[in-house]
């Protein structure tokens, strides 16, 4: 049955009741296939995330039996969707998905990613975890929120120890060494590894290119050092060349990098604070990715820095708690 005639049936219907159809929904009295043509003309099989959500949160929230049948029907197609990502995800990076299987709405609209602390030294890491974004941002999500895991399994363990060549797992052993064994008031808020912002910088930064690509040719600001595209990239747990890094169009609204609180930073043998992540060579002015905050605006991304305390800006001196990529309301 063609979704005309559907559509015109139920006008007539609505004619033929008008008053009583004001107290009940005349598209639950149609047939449940009925029904489920319908979700699946506004959405591409019932796959809510395919489409942006003014195309269907209207109906969403007209009434909880048709809220229900909508995500169930999201969900059941979101389960192979997943199951694709998860694919894509464990045989590249070795990163963690979150959820592993949504059941309801909202886990559906926000998906965490998590990068295993000891990937940060693999030479590939950003191109992993950008390769597993560049499935992610073209979905109509709420939000994708990047963290650094600490282990929590030997199976963790071994899998390190599987894939770090004898060089990087020196560097990793001597960051574990390295990582004081108390911290006060409350070492749990603290990586288990020792991790300063300089670990960290680059991957952020480099978040700008593939929200941005037009910044990669000729917009970065003169002190951004880390172009995820470019084979002079500053960035030494990566310097490979990045021009096969693809350039989805993002669709999420909100990316969020969040971490914990990072160690004290390690000074350069001469004394000096590492020059590309503090240009002033002072702690308080750090190199952040919200520093092309105006730049990041003219493809339609607002960037900004969170600190511990949840205040929200362009620029902070303390320490921060995340970055975030919001996208600007009604840019094409």
């Given at each position: 049955m063609a979704l005309g005639t559907i559509r015109a049936a139920l006008l007539r219907r609505l004619r033929i009741d008008k008053p009583s159809a004001r107290k009940r929904c005349i598209l639950l009295e149609a047939p449940v296939e009925v029904?489920?043509?319908?979700?699946?003309?506004?959405?591409?099989?019932?796959?809510?995330?395919?489409?942006?959500?003014?195309?269907?949160?209207g109906l969403l929230l007209s009434c909880k039996q048709i809220q229900d049948e909508?995500?169930?029907?999201?969900?059941?197609?979101?389960?192979?969707?997943?199951?694709?990502?998860h694919a894509i995800v464990d045989s590249v990076p070795r990163l963690r998905l979150q959820p592993l299987c949504p059941d309801s709405f909202n886990q559906l609209m926000h998906i965490t990613i998590g990068v295993p602390r000891w990937t940060l030294y693999t030479k590939t890491v950003k191109h992993d975890l950008f390769t597993a974004l560049s499935q992610l941002l073209p979905l109509h999500l709420s939000s994708i929120t990047i963290e650094i895991d600490d282990f929590k399994t030997q199976q963790e363990l071994d899998t390190m120890?599987?894939?770090?060549?004898?060089?990087?797992?020196?560097?990793?052993?001597?960051?574990?060494?390295?990582t004081p064994t108390v911290f006060v008031p409350n070492r749990t808020s603290?990586?288990?590894?020792?991790?300063?912002?300089?670990?960290?910088?680059?991957?952020?930064?480099?978040?700008?290119?593939?929200?941005?690509?037009?910044?990669?040719?000729?917009?970065?600001?003169?002190?951004?050092?880390?172009?995820?595209?470019?084979?002079?990239?500053?960035?030494?747990?990566?310097?490979?060349?990045?021009?096969?890094i693809p350039s989805p169009s993002p669709n999420t609204r909100t990316i969020a990098f969040r971490f914990k609180r990072f160690h004290p930073e390690v000074r350069?043998?001469?004394?000096?604070?590492?020059?590309?992540?503090?240009?002033?060579?002072?702690?308080?002015?750090?190199?952040?990715?919200?520093?092309?905050h105006k730049r990041l605006q003219l493809a339609g991304w607002s960037a900004t820095w969170v600190d511990a305390a949840g205040a929200t800006k362009h620029f902070s001196r303390s320490e921060p708690a995340a970055f975030l990529w919001r996208k600007i309301p009604g840019w094409n």
């Open positions: 029904r489920i043509l319908i979700y699946n003309y506004i959405a591409p099989q019932g796959y809510l995330l395919a489409v942006p959500y003014t195309h269907y949160m909508m995500t169930s029907q999201a969900l059941r197609l979101t389960t192979g969707h997943v199951n694709k990502l120890l599987s894939h770090l060549d004898p060089f990087e797992f020196i560097r990793w052993r001597y960051a574990y060494n390295a603290y990586y288990d590894t020792h991790t300063t912002y300089r670990d960290i910088v680059d991957i952020a930064t480099c978040i700008n290119c593939i929200l941005a690509p037009s910044l990669c040719i000729h917009g970065h600001l003169p002190e951004n050092a880390w172009c995820l595209r470019s084979s002079t990239s500053a960035s030494y747990s990566n310097p490979l060349p990045h021009a096969s350069c043998p001469c004394g000096d604070l590492p020059h590309l992540e503090y240009p002033s060579k002072s702690l308080r002015h750090r190199w952040m990715p919200a520093a092309e």
